[in-house]
């Protein structure tokens, strides 16, 4: 095309040059050459004046217009905007038509998706199931700012995390306090921020369908098993004293029910809360007492001592901090062979926290099984844990306990030499101990 539009201009070029030449010829002819080449000059000005015009109205028009047929370099110019003007038509209507599936696809996705603008923090954009599951409506929320526009949710310190924020679980939602959302946030550009809410209002509610069945399983439980317990202790192999191995057993089995229920009743109560109400915990006292419970199960076999250097109270639940720590001396002296020693200890962090740790010279753990050791029930080898007199409830009570103190368990443990469970509380958990409670212990 570039050699045919170079062939019109030379042509064009042409034509000129043979206009004026003709003027010239009919100048001298009639003896007046100027005035006849001004004119033709001026003709040829004006008839391309002319034809510019014509470019301006094709640039200009609303309706295509078709292009005039014509050798010189205006019709040429005139069939390239032409084919410029009827590509960028298709390659539009091609992108429209591509815009509008993909709306219609973002339409039909059951999660509401809000496209953000980062800056001023304005909704630009949101899907149908934005109306349903967010209440925002079109058009009043377009350009909204998203803080007003979803006022129901704690949008504000979440927007300012940008990048780092959580998924916020379980909101409710503004269009309809029946359903339960889960928010993320996604920064997929420096520009826009993707605000995707998912409604997980039946996934809640089989998790708390799940939660009060064991909870109520375990209550019904509780009392046939009293009765049970109860008469199983009064009862007294008397005349049949080939009864008392079956007695003891029995004694033995039923008082493990009781256990597993009062565990299971303790996860679902701490399953049930958000957190748990601080008090100080004095800690002297509370070590003592888990020194005096591990030398009570204990019973003399082992070496068990205990160091308290921290100096500090733990800010927490007494009651479940104190299941927490037995559980974890229990484990220490229940896992330990007769001869072992068991190692309390007490003291401060690097992070200015505290951390509460229980060591044993037990036969340790695999380290395999170290990060499933918390999972309710889970056991490393079965017999000898269901010999201990253990529920496999016991780890899954102090990780849940630990949460809600936002505290972590540390495990470490090496198989023959033994193990240690280390509770690390930060900074936020810890007082100055009272003076009244100031007694460091060491043994
Ligand atoms: P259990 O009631 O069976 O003791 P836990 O949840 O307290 O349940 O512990 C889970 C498992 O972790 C135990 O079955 C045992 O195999 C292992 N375990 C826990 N504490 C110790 C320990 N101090 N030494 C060796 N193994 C341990």
């Known amino acids: 095309m570039a050699s045919a539009s170079h062939h019109a201009w030379f042509r064009t070029l042409a034509l000129l040059a043979g206009i004026l030449a003709a003027a010239l010829l009919l100048g001298l002819a009639i003896g007046q050459p100027w005035p006849a080449l001004t004119l033709a000059s001026l003709a040829v000005v004006a008839w391309h004046y002319w034809?510019?015009?014509?470019?301006?109205?094709?640039?200009?028009?609303?309706?295509?217009?078709?292009?005039?047929?014509?050798q010189g370099i205006w019709s040429a110019l005139d069939h390239l905007l032409y084919r410029g003007q009827t590509e960028m038509r298709i390659r539009k209507r091609r992108l429209l038509a591509m815009l509008r599936a993909y709306r219609a696809a973002a339409?039909?996705?059951?999660?509401?998706?809000?496209?953000?603008?980062?800056?001023?923090?304005?909704?630009?954009?949101?899907?149908?199931?934005?109306?349903?599951?967010?209440?925002?409506?079109?058009?009043?929320?377009?350009?909204?700012?998203?803080?007003t526009a979803l006022s129901g949710l704690?949008?504000?310190?979440?927007?300012?995390?940008?990048?780092?924020?959580?998924?916020?679980?379980?909101?409710?939602?503004?269009?309809?306090?029946?359903?339960?959302?889960?928010?993320?946030?996604?920064?997929?550009?420096?520009?826009?921020?993707?605000?995707i809410a998912r409604d997980i209002t039946q996934t809640m509610r089989v998790e708390q369908m799940r939660r009060d069945f064991v909870a109520n399983v375990s209550h019904e439980l509780r009392t046939p098993l009293t009765v049970v317990h109860g008469y199983l202790e009064m009862l007294d192999e008397g005349d049949n004293p080939q009864w008392a191995p079956m007695l003891e057993e029995m004694r033995r089995q039923s008082l493990r029910m009781t256990r597993l229920v009062e565990d299971l009743l303790t996860l679902s109560r701490l399953d049930a809360r958000d957190s748990l109400q601080e008090e100080v915990v004095a800690m002297a006292p509370l070590l003592a007492s888990l020194l005096r419970e591990a030398e009570?199960?204990?019973?003399?076999?082992?070496?068990?001592?205990?160091?308290?250097?921290?100096?500090?109270?733990?800010?927490g639940a007494n009651k479940e901090l104190h299941s927490a720590f037995s559980n974890l001396v229990s484990n220490a002296v229940r896992y330990t062979p007769d001869g072992g020693s068991i190692h309390l200890?007490?003291?401060?962090?690097?992070?200015?926290?505290?951390?509460?740790?229980?060591q044993d010279t037990g036969p340790g753990i695999p380290a395999v099984h170290l990060p499933r050791l918390t999972e309710r029930f889970y056991r490393v080898s079965n017999s000898r844990s269901r010999?201990?007199?253990?529920?496999g409830l016991g780890l899954a009570i102090v990780k849940h306990v630990l949460g809600l103190h936002s505290a972590q368990l540390n495990i470490t443990s090496e198989v023959e030499k033994g193990s240690t469970f280390l509770c690390r509380f930060d900074a936020n958990h810890v007082l100055a101990r009272t003076p009244h409670s100031l007694s460091g212990i060491s043994r």
């Open 51 to 70: 034809k510019l015009l014509g470019v301006q109205q094709r640039l200009t028009a609303r309706r295509r217009l078709e292009p005039k047929p014509g």
């Open 107 to 147: 339409d039909v996705l059951p999660d509401a998706v809000v496209v953000v603008e980062r800056n001023q923090q304005r909704i630009l954009w949101f899907n149908a199931a934005a109306t349903t599951l967010l209440g925002l409506r079109h058009p009043e929320h377009r350009n909204a700012p998203v803080a």
């Open 154 to 195: 704690p949008m504000a310190p979440w927007l300012a995390a940008g990048r780092n924020a959580e998924p916020m679980n379980d909101v409710p939602s503004p269009a309809d306090p029946n359903l339960r959302l889960q928010l993320r946030l996604l920064p997929y550009s420096e520009e826009f921020w993707l605000l």
């Open 296 to 315: 009570a199960l204990s019973q003399g076999r082992h070496r068990i001592t205990l160091e308290d250097t921290a100096q500090v109270d733990l800010r």
């Open 345 to 358: 200890r007490f003291v401060r962090n690097a992070d200015g926290g505290a951390n509460l740790e229980v």
């Open 387 to 391: 010999d201990s007199g253990g529920t």
